[in-house]
């Protein structure tokens, strides 16, 4: 039935039960998984750096100095999650499942959905952070918005 599984990962500690469902899931229906960490500014403290105040004589140094604080992290973030999903993939693939994976930058709702179209899932596979009431109203939710703008059915995986 489904045989192109995305699955969306990140560092949290729902991840790896979203990664065994995916690859039971795989294994039942001798599917090909993509795992996909989505990285965002927040996750690399841009947002931190863009809320600090400076004067207008400091902002030139400050701005080369908060870029290239920047870019280190974004590279640090980016090798810590390639390590993450090449670690999974193999797990994957030591199982019988054919895996590929892939690191996006941008709002994870909208990479989520756009690499399940451009790649033709079958099925999406994603954890829920549990935000409900005023959270997910200020914060939003990525799961709510895959599950209403995906090109294909979602299955969240909860934390309990």
Not at 33 to 41: G, I, S
Not at 49 to 68: D, P
Not at 76 to 93: F, N, V
Not at 150 to 160: A, G, H, T
Request: charged share 20%.
């Amino acid at each position: 039935m489904y045989k192109k599984i995305l699955v969306a990962m990140d560092s949290s500690e729902i991840s790896q039960k979203v990664f065994n469902s995916a690859l039971s899931l795989g294994k039942q229906n001798n599917a090909t998984l993509m795992l996909l960490h989505v990285l965002t500014d927040e996750e690399i403290g841009l947002a931190e750096i863009a809320s600090q105040q400076i004067s207008a004589l400091e902002y030139h140094a400050a701005m080369v100095e908060q870029v290239e604080s920047y870019l280190k992290e974004k590279e640090l973030s980016r090798k810590k999650y390639l390590t993450l999903l090449e670690s999974w993939a193999k797990e994957a693939a030591d199982a019988g499942v054919p895996t590929e994976y892939t690191l996006n930058y941008g709002g994870p709702g909208r990479v989520i959905c756009h690499l399940a179209k451009n790649w033709d899932a079958d099925l999406i596979i994603m954890g829920r952070r549990g935000l409900s009431g005023l959270g997910e109203l200020l914060m939003g939710s990525i799961s709510n918005y895959v599950v209403h703008h995906s090109p294909c059915s979602v299955l969240i995986v909860q934390e309990n």
